[in-house]
């Protein structure tokens, strides 16, 4: 079992930045695949950007590239989305996500083995 606990939402205005973190506890040995994924209100979950842990590939959505960077620190078995120039349209819950083999159907589809309860973020005009 991994538990995935998020951090860092939090309200901002339209420009400012954020640092969400997510914290990976449990049997975290295997599941080298992390993502950040986000839905908004009466919106289908959509991904933001995953890392392959074990060769620090990185995906982004298109829409994303130049304002968020995903990282993690797998010392303290911590990912982080860094988030600049924040948009109104960013505003979502993010979820942090875990896959521990095929690191691309996480990103193609979102496949899970472990998800996060979530963290809000939200730009006001």
């Known amino acids: 079992q991994v538990q995935l606990v998020e951090s860092g939402g939090d309200s901002v205005q339209d420009g400012g930045s954020l640092r969400l973190s997510c914290a990976a506890s449990g049997d975290t040995s295997n599941n080298y695949c992390m993502g950040w994924f986000r839905q908004a209100p009466g919106r289908e979950r959509e991904r933001v950007a995953v890392i392959n842990g074990l060769s620090s590939d990185t995906y982004y959505a298109d829409s994303l590239k130049g304002r968020f960077t995903i990282s993690q620190d797998s010392a303290k078995n911590t990912l982080y989305l860094q988030m600049n120039s924040l948009k109104p349209e960013d505003t979502a819950m993010y979820y942090c996500?875990?896959?521990?083999?095929?690191?691309?159907?996480?990103?193609?589809?979102?496949?899970?083995?472990?998800w996060g309860q979530g963290t809000q973020v939200t730009v006001s005009p």
């Open positions: 996500a875990t896959r521990s083999t095929t690191c691309w159907r996480l990103w193609e589809y979102g496949e899970a083995n472990y």
